[in-house]
C-alpha cells in the first residue's frame, strides 16, 4: 500500500508532483502511517498467547521493565517493524558485551583502591613543611607538597598499572566486538533474505529534492526520468555547506576556550578566599564546575548544530538513504569535536605552563597546570560528568518531550473532532495521538558513548559500568516507546547498519592511539617505571626527584619540572622522552595493532557455517534451474 502511495502522481509527473510523502511534506495531508495491529494493552479476561496481536506480544514478552533479563526477540522485532529497526535492536547486543568490560574495569579500580596507600610515594604524605611550592598564579601565595597528599592518592586509582593492562584489554575488546558484529550482521541478513539487497537501486527521490530540484535527467540504471542537480550547482552548496560546518568548529573551539579562563578565574578565586579547604582543593572545585559548564555548552551547541545540519543535507541528496549517510556525517563529526575536544585538551594539551621567568600565557591569563593529583584525576573528573551527565539529561529529556508530543497530538484530534467525537476512537484516531518516529538517527548517535569507553578508557576504567548501567535502560526505553508511543513506521529494508559501523571501527582505531599517548605523556606511569629502574625500587627520593628550582632572582621555590636552575630540560627528561615515544612505537603501534590485525584475520567476517548454507542454497537453485528448463524443453 505504502509503495503505491509513494509512486502514485497527483500533478504533473516533470514538476515530480508524486506520492504522498510530498503532499505531507507541503501540508496537504497532515500524517501518513501504516497502522499498528491493536492495543498493546492486554484484555481484561485471561486469553491464550495464540490470541494476542503482534503488538501485545511485544509488549508482554519484550517491552516491560520486569523482561529485562530477556533476549531481543529480533525475528518478532523484524515482522512488526522492519528489517532496520530490528538491525538497531541486534546491534543493541553490545550491551551484552559490555559486561566483560565492566567487572574487568571495576577489577582495575577495586585493585586501585586496595593499593593506594602503599604506591603512593611517601615523600608527600611525610614531607610536610619540607616543600614550599612556587605559587600557581601571580597574586596566590606558595603552598605546601604535603597539602596534597589526599588529591595524590586518589590520583592513583585512575593512574597505576592496571589501567594500562585494561587499555590494552579494551583495545582488544572493541576490535573483537566489531568483529562478531560483522557475523551477527551476516547472519541476520541471510536470515531475513537482505544480503543482496542495496537500498540505492531501489530508492526514489526524496520529496524535498524533488521539489528543489532545477532540472530533469534520466537515470541509467531504471530509464526513468528523475529530478537532478547540476554538478557546479551541487559542488557550490557542498561548498557553502562546508564553510558553515568549519565556522561551527571554530565556534566549538571559541566555546573551549572560554570554560578554560572560567577554570582559570574560578581557580584564582578560590585560592584568594583565604580558606586552607578551598585554597586546597580549588583545582578539583575550578574543574568540577568547569566541566558542568561545559556539558551546557554541548548539550545547547548539539541542538543548534542537528537543525542546521539537516537543513543544509536536505538540499541536494536525491535518496533517503544518501541522505542519511551524508547527515549523520556532518553530526557526527560536529559531535565528536563539540564532545571530545575538552577531554582531548586535558589529557594532551594542559600542563603546558613553561617555568617561572618564562610562563606560558593565554589572554594575560598564565596557562593552566595539572592539579595536585596530575592531568589524569581531571580527565576522569570531567568524563564522569560529561558521559553521565548527557546520559541522564538524554533519558530525562526524551522520556518528557515524547509526554509533552503526546499531550500536543491528543489536543490536536481532540480539536479537530470536537463534539462529534464517538464513544470509541477508531484504530487511526488513536494512532494519531501517538508520536511520529522519528528514525534511528538519535538512538545510534547514543554510539558517542563507543568512544567514551575505548578512547579515554586508560583514564576511567568505570567507563564501561556506567555505559552498561545506561544502555539496559536504554533497551527498555527504546522497547517501550517503539511499541506503546511511537506511531508505528513504515517497514524499511536493511542488510547492515549503514555508515554508522565505519563510525565505529574508526572510534577502535583512535582508541588505541589516543590510549598509547595517554598512558605516554600524560600518566606518571612511565617516569616512575624508569625512575624506579634507574634508583629506587620504592620510590624512595621520587617526589624530590621530580621538583627543579626557578631560575636564580626570581623565588626560593620549587616546581614540579624535569629542568635545571636555567630553565633547561634535563638529560632525565630526553630518556623519559625516548621511553615514551618507544612505549607508543613498540607496544602499542606494533604489539597491539598486529594482535588486532590477527584477531580480524583469524575471525572471518562470515560464518563458516553460514557461507556453507549460502554455497548450498546456490548450488540446489542452479540444479533446479537446470532441472526445470530439461523440463520445458
Not at 557553502?240 to 581557580?267: A, E, N
Request: with cysteine; net charge negative.
Amino acid at each position: 500500500v505504502y509503495e503505491i502511495l509513494a509512486r502514485t502522481v497527483y500533478g504533473k509527473r516533470k514538476r515530480t508532483e508524486v506520492g504522498v510523502d510530498r503532499l505531507v511534506n507541503e501540508g496537504a495531508y497532515s500524517a501518513a502511517y501504516p497502522l499498528h495491529e491493536g492495543p498493546f494493552k492486554l484484555p481484561g479476561y485471561e486469553t491464550h498467547p495464540e490470541e494476542l496481536n503482534q503488538r501485545q506480544v511485544l509488549h508482554y514478552y519484550w517491552a516491560r521493565w520486569c523482561k529485562w533479563y530477556k533476549y531481543q526477540p529480533l525475528d518478532h522485532i523484524r515482522e512488526y517493524f522492519g528489517e532496520k529497526i530490528a538491525l538497531y535492536f541486534a546491534w543493541l547486543f553490545y550491551t551484552a558485551w559490555l559486561l566483560p568490560a565492566a567487572i574487568v574495569g571495576t577489577l582495575v579500580f577495586v585493585s586501585g583502591i586496595m593499593h593506594m596507600d602503599t604506591n603512593t610515594p611517601e615523600d608527600i604524605c611525610t614531607s610536610g613543611a619540607k616543600y614550599p611550592m612556587c605559587p600557581l598564579c601571580k597574586t596566590c601565595e606558595a603552598w605546601n607538597m604535603s597539602d596534597i597528599c589526599t588529591m595524590a592518592k586518589l590520583g592513583y586509582l585512575f593512574d597505576h598499572p592496571g589501567t594500562v593492562f585494561f587499555s590494552v584489554f579494551m583495545s582488544f575488546w572493541a576490535v573483537t566486538f566489531l568483529e562478531f558484529w560483522k557475523r551477527k550482521m551476516a547472519t541476520l541478513a541471510h536470515h531475513w533474505d537482505c544480503m543482496d539487497f542495496h537500498e540505492e537501486e531501489q530508492e526514489r527521490p526524496r520529496p524535498e529534492f524533488a521539489a528543489t530540484a532545477p532540472t530533469v535527467e534520466e537515470n541509467p540504471v531504471t530509464g526513468v526520468k528523475e529530478p537532478y542537480f547540476p554538478e557546479k550547482t551541487r559542488l557550490s552548496r557542498m561548498f557553502t555547506g562546508s564553510m558553515i560546518i568549519i565556522l561551527m568548529l571554530c565556534v566549538v573551539i571559541i566555546f573551549l576556550v572560554t570554560v578554560v579562563m572560567c577554570r582559570g578565574v574560578i581557580s584564582v578565586m578560590m585560592y584568594q578566599s583565604g580558606s586552607p579547604v578551598l585554597r586546597t582543593e580549588a583545582g578539583t572545585i575550578a574543574n568540577i564546575c568547569s566541566s558542568i559548564v561545559n556539558l551546557g555548552f554541548i548539550l545547547f551547541m548539539g541542538q543548534i548544530y542537528t537543525a542546521l545540519a539537516e537543513q543544509l543535507t536536505k538540499w541536494m541528496h536525491r535518496t533517503q538513504t544518501q541522505h542519511d549517510n551524508a547527515f549523520t556525517l556532518k553530526v557526527f563529526i560536529f559531535q565528536f569535536v563539540n564532545f571530545y575536544s575538552s577531554p582531548f585538551y586535558v589529557a594532551f594539551f594542559k600542563g603546558f605552563v613553561g617555568y617561572p621567568t618564562n610562563y606560558g600565557t593565554l589572554f594575560g591569563m598564565r596557562n593552566e597546570d595539572c592539579g595536585p593529583g596530575g592531568c589524569l584525576i581531571e580527565l576522569a573528573e570531567q568524563l564522569f560528568i560529561i558521559m553521565v551527565g548527557k546520559q541522564l539529561i538524554n533519558n530525562i529529556q526524551e522520556f518528557i518531550i515524547r509526554k509533552v508530543k503526546a499531550w500536543r497530538q491528543k489536543r490536536t484530534l481532540a480539536s479537530v473532532l470536537g463534539d462529534n467525537e464517538p464513544g470509541e476512537a477508531r484504530r487511526w484516531e488513536e494512532d494519531y495521538k501517538l508520536v511520529p518516529c522519528g528514525g534511528l538517527f538519535e538512538e545510534y548517535l547514543e554510539m558517542l558513548q563507543f568512544g567514551f569507553i575505548t578512547i579515554f578508557v586508560a583514564a576511567f576504567p568505570l567507563a564501561p559500568l556506567f555505559a552498561l548501567l545506561n544502555n539496559w535502560v536504554e533497551i527498555r526505553l527504546d522497547a517501550h516507546k517503539f511499541v506503546c508511543e511511537y506511531r508505528r513506521p513504515v517497514a524499511e529494508r536493511a542488510q547492515n547498519i549503514g555508515v554508522w559501523f565505519n563510525i565505529l571501527e574508526a572510534l577502535s582505531h583512535l582508541s588505541v592511539i589516543a590510549n598509547a599517548f595517554l598512558i605516554a605523556f600524560t600518566s606518571d606511569f612511565l617516569p616512575r617505571l624508569l625512575y624506579q629502574y634507574k634508583f629506587s625500587d620504592d620510590l624512595n627520593g621520587y617526589v624530590n626527584f621530580t621538583l627543579a628550582y626557578a631560575p636564580l632572582n626570581y623565588t626560593d621555590y620549587p616546581y614540579k619540572a624535569f629542568r635545571d636552575d636555567n630553565g633547561a630540560y634535563t638529560l632525565f627528561y630526553w630518556e623519559l622522552l625516548a621511553v615514551r615515544l618507544g612505549f607508543i612505537i613498540a607496544f602499542e603501534q606494533h604489539v597491539v595493532f598486529f594482535v588486532l590485525r590477527a584477531i580480524d584475520w583469524i575471525v572471518p567476517d562470515v560464518p563458516e557455517s553460514l557461507e556453507l548454507k549460502i554455497k548450498r542454497e546456490r548450488y540446489l537453485a542452479k540444479q533446479a534451474l537446470a532441472e526445470n528448463q530439461e523440463a520445458l524443453l
